[in-house]
């Protein structure tokens, strides 16, 4: 018999279980995901992953990222969401609000605040989104070089530019050019939040000198680019990177989605749950605490199953009758500890550690003499 619930009177990331001293193996899986404090996301265009996948002018993609990933393989298109915009506005809402163009915001504004940056607004959470091409010194609500306005949701939305204002001092704060981003990785100072997004020929959309390719040119971009967000302090503590496209460009409507976290499973990983967009945006609020969900967020599977779960992932009887505890989804250099009772009332701790890694193994010896025993794993703020 097993026992899987949250506390709310705990500490938060609280695993409670209770387990049947009988022989043989009891498994534990929480469907949560770990305490992630950062979070990246890089869109990229038009490309679906049977374009992307295998494809040998990707090798960065194929060889570097997808070994080391957790990936999605039935991400899909939102069902006939066509062209871009709808998309990135489904990204940040859990709705296109009709669209299904992609004119500029002088035609698409949109009055709600009921869209993710703004509840990340309201709870104090720092969000930032980078651009190639524009100049950081007005909110870009045209196009301008490479940098396509239908490709920037943010600016879609009445609270974040001051109603198409092109001086809007929040909206001139929150949408950077991408130039200033590896200073502000290598500084420490980027947000909880970060939106990144290359120009139309890095994020292939185009095709543009010099390969003429726009998976090569992908590729080459994410080669570039995503070691300098691996390497940084924002990623290695706690952070997590999403790599996806904005729709599928052809009968095949299953776009990438590659999750890179120290808190993610990895190690080339992979499903086939059915996700579409607002299994992302659903992600983000759960992350983050944000709500209520937003639009088909709320109807959506999140994308838990990409990282190691909080929690006590294994018990095993060994022959001793001493109980094998495994713990997983573990933030490193944070204290944990793994409790235990006989009634569900009075609880004491058996095991407190400070891990080095995502995972930890104990022994309960005192478990030899009981028929029952409870077991929960802290995790300390």
């Known amino acids: 018999m097993m026992l899987a619930l949250k506390a709310g009177s705990l500490p938060r990331r609280v695993l409670i279980a209770a387990v049947i001293l009988l022989p043989g193996l009891a498994r534990l899986n929480a469907g949560t995901i770990p305490p992630i404090q950062t979070v990246f996301i890089i869109l990229l265009e038009n490309e679906s992953w049977a374009e992307v996948e295998g494809n040998t002018n990707a090798p960065y993609l194929n060889t570097t990222l997808l070994s080391t990933a957790s990936r999605c393989g039935a991400y899909y298109n939102v069902s006939n969401l066509h062209p871009s915009l709808p998309n990135y506005l489904w990204l940040e809402a859990g709705t296109n609000f009709g669209i299904l163009d992609n004119n ?40 301008w070089s490479g940098y396509a306005v239908r490709h920037n949701p943010f600016v879609y ?27 502000d990785l290598t500084n420490n100072t980027v947000a909880r939040y970060n939106f990144l997004k290359p120009n139309i020929c890095n994020d292939g959309h185009d095709s543009c000198a010099p390969y003429y390719d726009p998976v090569r040119q992908i590729d080459a971009w994410l080669a570039t680019e ?58 983000f609020q759960e992350i983050f605490g944000v709500g209520p969900f937003l639009g088909d967020a709320a109807n959506a599977t999140d994308l838990s199953d990409l990282f190691l779960q909080f929690g006590l992932h294994r018990l095993v009887k060994m022959p001793s009758g001493a109980i094998h505890i495994t713990a997983v989804g573990i933030t490193p250099g944070r204290t944990n500890i793994v409790e235990a009772s006989t009634d569900l009332t009075t609880w004491l701790p058996i095991w407190t550690n400070v891990s080095t890694s995502t995972t930890f193994a104990m022994v309960d010896t005192n478990a030899t003499s009981l028929k029952q025993r409870f077991y929960r794993l802290l995790q300390l703020p």
């Not at 109603?163 to 050019?177: E, K, L, M, Q, S």
């Open 226 to 283: 995503v070691p300098k967000i691996l390497n940084s302090r924002a990623y290695t503590n706690d952070g997590a990177l999403f790599i996806t496209w904005d729709e599928a460009d052809g009968p095949d409507e299953r776009v990438g989605m590659i999750v890179l976290s120290p808190l993610a499973r990895g190690n080339g990983y992979a499903n086939n749950i059915y996700y579409p967009h607002s299994s992302t945006l659903r992600t």
């Open 157 to 183: 939305f009445e609270d974040v530019t001051g109603t198409n204002n092109p001086g809007d001092p929040y909206g001139i704060a929150h949408v950077r050019p991408y130039s200033e981003f590896a200073s």
């Open 104 to 143: 500029d915001p002088d035609l698409n504004h949109q009055n709600t605040t009921n869209h993710f940056v703004t509840l990340l607004k309201n709870a104090g959470i720092s969000w930032k989104t980078y651009h190639e091409d524009i100049p950081g010194t007005n909110v870009p609500l045209a196009d």
